[in-house]
């Protein structure tokens, strides 16, 4: 009997339940309690009519659901998004040795206004190319 593993074992799956993981399994949970109880929430407690009850569930259901079961660039939603507040809040160092040992207190007073306004100018965004990157965007 010949059974098919994969050699590498970083790609095979972790199954928990029904091909999801125990996080995706969380989050499904999450959604099915956030979307039923903004439902019922809306329909018994504020008298909304069914069909826009509906709506009001989605709207809180569907944040939950893009967490847990949309990765960006093969990483999870929240870590995606950790990394991005990095990118963005991520200030522009200027540094120049050879200047920097010759300066005196009055030099670096001038290099501390050049950096401010450098760091005014300049922002970092996600979705930048850098020298040396072949795609473009990834962070």
Known sequence: MNIPMNKNMDE??????????AK??????LVILM??????AAQYIF????????YVAMVFAA???VVGFIPVYDMPMLKFLAVRRK??????????SEYLIQVDKTEKTDLQK?????????KV????????MEGGGYL
């Open 12 to 21: 095979y799956k972790d199954d928990f339940y029904k091909g999801m993981d």
């Open 24 to 29: 995706q399994v969380g989050f499904a949970v």
């Open 35 to 40: 979307g039923g109880g903004a439902f019922l």
């Open 47 to 54: 008298h909304v009519p069914q069909l826009l009850s509906v």
């Open 63 to 65: 944040p939950p659901a």
């Open 87 to 96: 990118v963005i809040d991520n200030s522009l160092l200027v540094y120049d």
């Open 114 to 122: 050049k950096r401010k306004n450098v760091e005014k100018d300049r």
């Open 125 to 132: 965004y996600f979705d930048e190319k850098e020298e040396g």
